[in-house]
Nanobody
Framework: QPQVAESGGGLVQPGGSLRLSCAFS????????IGWFRRVPGKEREGVSA????????RYADSVKGRVTISRDNTENTVYLQMDSLRAEDTAVYYC??????????????????WGQGTQVTVSS
């Protein structure tokens, strides 16, 4: 059974950095995509970034371009989300998810099949 699990959330000051990790396992497909999403209470889930495995094609939301970098370590089955110059509006629960059907690194959450439990990121002084 495919599984994904996030880690690395926490409290950080505005302007600071944080790296989230997404460990994935149990995939039988040769190709899939891992995406990062976030949700603020009362708002829709927002796509942040995504990457195809093993191709490495990436996509970023306009709201995070230039501040966020997604990368993968294929040997460790882990995808990272490096977030820099964090702002208060980046505060959210961050989720990683796996797409085993389209594999386009889409930022549409409905295209993803397997989800982690989420990790809280709080940007505050």
């Amino acid at each position: 059974q495919p599984q994904v699990a996030e880690s690395g959330g926490g409290l950080v000051q505005p302007g600071g950095s944080l790296r989230l990790s997404c460990a994935f396992s149990g995939f039988t497909q040769d190709y899939y995509a891992i995406g990062w999403f976030r949700r603020v209470p009362g708002k829709e889930r927002e796509g942040v970034s995504a990457i195809t495995i093993p191709g490495g094609f990436t996509r970023y939301a306009d709201s995070v371009k230039g501040r966020v970098t997604i990368s993968r370590d294929n040997t460790e089955n882990t995808v990272y989300l490096q977030m820099d110059s964090l702002r208060a509006e980046d505060t959210a629960v961050y989720y990683c998810a796996a797409d085993v059907r389209r594999v386009t690194a889409t930022l549409a959450p409905e295209e993803y099949d397997y989800w982690g439990q989420g990790t809280q990121v709080t940007v505050s002084s």
